[in-house]
């Protein structure tokens, strides 16, 4: 049985690769750090038994710099294979790891891997006299770039989703070693939601405001993406959420007396702008609002809408609020360009097709009116999306494990 190491956990994206390798027979270990909640594996579980295989470690918990070296040795020595991201990933390649798999999961090749690898004094003493240099952005901007790069560039195997040239091209300037292979992340470990599907759910947080929400409303339309639309975060952020906002607004302008609404969740860094935008458009009392929550809640939500709604400004095939919407059996709307994809794929998962607040608003019209089509919809989108992004991706990583001598 080949051991397995899988080194960083950003959204719990490693914790589901180690699940899905558990199931094939390989004794796989996830090695990882909690920077936010959701970085733990408790938030895409309802059981304990993750402590078996889960290890949390402590090698950034003062800043690279202080890192013990020995004791990353010692955790990560006796594998016979690596997968790995993020900034636990650049610890392990310091310390002499090289990565056989290396997933990006977005700002570490559009952003991090491109910073300076020093920080010189003058800048080091400008920022700290700004009070803008928390150890994790100090080490972000710092040292640890250069080892966040080197993990990603000498990888054996890259694997991720075609996204966009603009994508394509940050990550081509990296010069990578390894070889670039347009196969998607399988981040959600799917059996752990199998019972939702029958309502045979776990607990989660707030599942009575849920119900309720789902038995006094004919239909819900549901995005629990990131409110970005008005910070300018860098050149890859932006979800144009004011377009759904706006085309919500237009659509109940035309049909006063429907008995939908639009719920959403309390997260992105333009929650307060989102939530003005509503109270101007004078729709707040048809806006439910979540906080933000684990994926295991949200899952739940998913199961209890009725369309969810994906991204209004790039053209991305799968993430992460999109492939967990069909992975529950729900229709999207959302801005594709399918001639971006349709090279990789000879069909691609149907959907509403919307980018601009009107288009959304006809959209809105053309699920309410058809149910049984959006219910066929989802369906269909939730076959295309196990295979092509869970079962495909994941012998896909197999065979290169298999390959390896």
């Known amino acids: 049985m080949k051991r397995i ?24 270990h996830l090695f990882y750090r ?14 304990l038994s993750y402590t078996d295989y889960c290890h949390e470690v402590n090698w950034l918990d003062k800043n690279l710099h202080y890192a013990d070296g020995n004791n990353v040795r010692k955790m990560l020595s006796g594998f016979d294979f690596y997968i790995g991201q993020g900034d636990e990933a650049a610890v392990a390649f310091r310390f002499g ?38 150890e994790y952005k100090l080490m972000k901007t710092g040292t640890i770039a250069s080892f966040i790069k080197g993990a990603i560039t000498n990888a054996r195997y890259i694997l991720a989703e075609y996204r966009n040239e603009e994508y394509e ?33 776990a607990d989660v947080h707030w ?12 239909f819900i339309i549901l ?35 429907a008995n939908i609404c639009l719920c959403m969740v309390e997260y992105g860094s333009d929650i307060q702008y989102s939530k003005q935008l509503i109270v101007e458009l004078g729709i707040n009392n048809r806006v439910k609002w979540f906080p933000k929550m684990y994926r295991k809640d949200i899952m739940y939500l998913i199961h209890n809408v009725d369309v969810c709604c994906g991204e209004f400004k790039f053209s991305d095939l799968t993430f992460g609020t999109i492939v967990e919407a069909m992975l529950m059996g729900k229709p999207v709307i959302h801005h594709r360009k399918d001639e971006m994809f349709t090279e990789q794929y000879k069909d691609l998962y149907p959907m509403l097709h919307a980018k601009q607040p009107e288009e959304i608003a006809v959209a ?14 989802g369906n269909t989108a939730k076959k295309w999306i196990i295979t092509n992004f869970i079962e495909r991706p994941m012998q896909h990583l197999i065979n290169i494990i298999e390959q390896k001598q």
């Open 5 to 28: 190491a899988l080194v960083g956990n950003v959204n719990n994206n490693l914790f589901a690769i180690t699940r899905h390798l558990r199931d094939a027979g390989y004794d796989a």
């Open 34 to 47: 909690t920077p936010m909640p959701h970085f733990h594996p408790m938030a895409d579980t309802y059981s």
């Open 97 to 134: 790891f090289i990565m056989d798999v290396y997933y990006p999961y977005g700002s570490d090749v559009y952003k991090y891997a491109h910073l300076p690898a020093k920080f010189n004094s003058g800048r080091m003493l400008y920022t700290l006299l700004k009070g803008e240099a928390t």
């Open 169 to 201: 091209d940050r990550l081509k300037a990296l010069h990578y070693k390894g070889k670039y292979e347009h196969v998607p992340m399988p981040f959600i470990y799917t059996k752990e939601y199998d019972n939702l599907a029958t309502n045979k759910s």
């Open 207 to 218: 599942k009575s405001e849920i119900d309720n929400m789902r038995q006094s409303h004919d």
């Open 223 to 257: 995005y629990h993406g990131r409110q970005e639309w008005k910070t300018e975060h860098n050149d890859f952020t932006g979800k144009n959420t004011h377009h759904l906002i706006i085309g919500f607004a237009q659509y109940l302008k035309q049909n006063p007396l």
């Open 364 to 377: 809105i019209s053309n699920a309410i009116d058809d149910k049984a089509a959006l219910i066929e919809m």
